[in-house]
T-cell receptor, first 110, second 113 residues
Framework: EDQVTQSPEALRLQEGESSSLNCSYT??????LFWYRQDPGKGPEFLFT???AGEEKEKERLKATLTKKESFLHITAPKPEDSATYLC???????????FGKGTRLSVIA | KAGVTQTPRYLIKTRGQQVTLSCSPI?????VSWYQQTPGQGLQFLFE???????NKGNFPGRFSGRQFSNSRSEMNVSTLELGDSALYLC????????????FGSGTRLTVV
């Protein structure tokens, strides 16, 4: 059974204090690993898809990396507007649905 | 390009009633997935439809059902509502081609009283 574990559950950063969020996963064969951002009361907003170990993608202050067992979302010099819950999801090689982790709740304090 | 549209945004129902939620996917997307999100369980997969056929089903009781129409719009129905059904119900559409992603709607907040 596919499993996704995100850590930490919550993270509080000062503005400008860089950090990383972790997503550990177990799948029989990875088709894709997805990162989403979710603001309160809204649906998840797509950030990145990673397909193979060693792949990296960047968007503004965010950089996602992938190994065979985990993915990291690095946040460089965060701003208060980066405060949100960040969700990780995996899809295995069959036509199976996304399996989500429970998310990391990020707060960036000015 | 219009995103995924879910209606209604908010709903309050009484225990024992039934409810129907609607999802209009991005134009051209033939896959629609439904998820239930609660604070304790996170996002839990309900079902996925592709070209009017249910492709996958999550581990939810038979009170939860869905369907997809020929224009790819989808509805989900919950019968005999229970207090524990209170949640944010999210719909996601996908093109289901190589290197695809899933785009979520804003969700329907269902409160059962």
């Amino acid at each position: 059974e596919d499993q996704v574990t995100q850590s930490p559950e919550a993270l509080r950063l000062q503005e400008g204090e860089s950090s990383s969020l972790n997503c550990s996963y177990t799948v029989s064969g990875l088709r894709g690993l997805f990162w989403y951002r979710q603001d309160p009361g809204k649906g998840p907003e797509f950030l990145f898809t990673l397909y193979s170990a060693g792949e990296e993608k960047e968007k503004e202050r965010l950089k996602a990396t992938l190994t065979k067992k985990e993915s990291f979302l690095h946040i460089t010099a965060p701003k208060p507007e980066d405060s949100a819950t960040y969700l990780c999801a995996v899809q295995d090689s069959g036509n199976t649905p996304l399996v989500f982790g429970k998310g990391t709740r990020l707060s960036v304090i000015a | 390009k219009a995103g995924v549209t879910q209606t209604p945004r908010y709903l309050i129902k009484t225990r024992g009633q039934q409810v129907t939620l609607s999802c209009s996917p991005i134009s051209g997307h033939r896959s629609v997935s439904w998820y239930q999100q609660t604070p304790g369980q996170g996002l839990q997969f309900l079902f996925e439809y592709f070209s009017e056929t249910q492709r996958n089903k999550g581990n939810f009781p038979g009170r939860f059902s869905g369907r997809q129409f020929s224009n790819s719009r989808s509805e989900m129905n919950v019968s005999t509502l229970e207090l524990g059904d209170s949640a944010l119900y999210l719909c996601a559409s996908s093109a289901r081609t190589a290197n695809y992603g899933y785009t979520f709607g804003s969700g329907t907040r269902l409160t059962v009283v």
